[in-house]
T-cell receptor, first 112, second 113 residues
């Protein structure tokens, strides 16, 4: 599986936008980019995914570089509830069992 | 829907003891997974199942066993607990083989001493 590289930690002020980067220089043409987050003492939860085009949903936006070697998760207005570990995960949906491989992610701190 | 539920929430085991971690989902999902998460680390896949009666190994299956007799339940068995199995265990499920979204349970925190 292609690997991803994320900063270990980031800080943001409350109510300001947050841009969480992810590098994936060995991404294959069939890998989707997924973002999950894990709030303290909880299981991970799905945030967003995309293949080539930028994506928006109620939680966040995903900006994908034209060469697909990097992507950015955008939280438009950080709240205290957004403090979590954010995982950028590549996955080819053809894989048997729908396996996701989680790295160590980026720990986001939101400052009031 | 309750989603994915796990029991127990916490457990302390002595070395060599056995136990079963329970996982149930009420979303009629075909695919179910067990992960473990060691302190400060990401999640590692232990076992997964693509349907009742079918299971397969993930990254770190040693020391664990699973079974899938129904769509709803996917228990994880530890036969001879070791300190290296101290971890938080998460169960997850998804509907389709190419589903982008997995639904996770709240986790079971296991300590082996």
């Amino acid at each position: 599986d292609a690997k991803t590289t994320q900063p270990n930690s980031m800080e943001s002020n409350e109510e300001e936008p947050v841009h969480l980067p992810c590098n994936h220089s060995t991404i294959s043409g069939t890998d989707y980019i997924h973002w999950y987050r894990q709030l303290p003492s909880q299981g991970p939860e799905y945030v967003i995914h995309g293949l080539t085009s930028n994506v928006n949903n109620r939680m966040a936006s995903l900006a994908i570089a034209e060469d697909r070697k990097s992507s950015t998760l955008i939280l438009h207005r950080a709240t205290l509830r957004d403090a979590a570990v954010y995982y950028c995960i590549l996955r080819d949906p053809r894989l048997r069992g729908n396996q996701f491989y989680f790295g160590t992610g980026t720990s986001l701190t939101v400052i009031p | 829907n309750a989603g994915v539920t796990q029991t127990p929430k916490f457990r302390i085991l002595k070395i060599g003891q056995s136990m079963t971690l329970q996982c149930t989902q009420d979303m009629n999902h075909n695919y179910m997974y067990w992960y473990r998460q060691d302190p400060g680390m990401g999640l590692k896949l232990i076992y997964y199942s693509v349907g009742a009666g079918i299971t397969d190994k993930g990254e770190v299956p040693n020391g664990y066993n699973v079974s899938r007799s129904t769509t709803e339940d996917f228990p994880l068995r530890l036969e001879l607990a070791a300190p290296s199995q101290t971890s938080v265990y998460f169960c997850a499920s998804s509907y389709r083989v190419n589903s982008h979204e997995q639904y996770f349970g709240p986790g079971t925190r296991l300590t082996v001493t």
